[in-house]
């Protein structure tokens, strides 16, 4: 059985025992988040009104990959560089 979920504006497909990488979420490591589902997918049949709830455990906070922002007039001599890491949250599966 798999579930939709959405997390920060964001939809994820996930079933137990899966791990994902969310936006940050203020939630200490080892806590346990409920959600409520946006559609069930059966391998016969989507609910889109399902019941019960997903529970996803938390299981680091940590930050991204580094993304590169470069800006450049031309014939100006202006050019900056900038970083930026965005903080993510790893979270687990419990069930469903």
């Given amino acids: 059985m798999q579930a939709l979920i959405q997390i ?16 940050h979420q203020n939630a200490e490591v080892g806590n346990v988040i409920d959600l409520k589902p946006l559609a069930q997918i059966d391998q016969e049949k989507t609910s889109i009104e399902p019941s019960g709830n997903v529970q996803l455990k938390v299981l680091e906070h940590l930050k991204d990959e580094k993304v590169i922002v470069f800006k450049k007039k031309r014939r100006k001599r202006y050019q900056k560089r900038n970083g930026h890491r ?9 069930s469903m």
């Fill in 8 to 23: 920060s504006d964001k939809q994820y497909l996930v079933k137990t025992g899966d791990k994902l990488f969310i936006p």
């Fill in 86 to 94: 965005q903080l993510m949250t790893q979270v687990e599966v419990l």
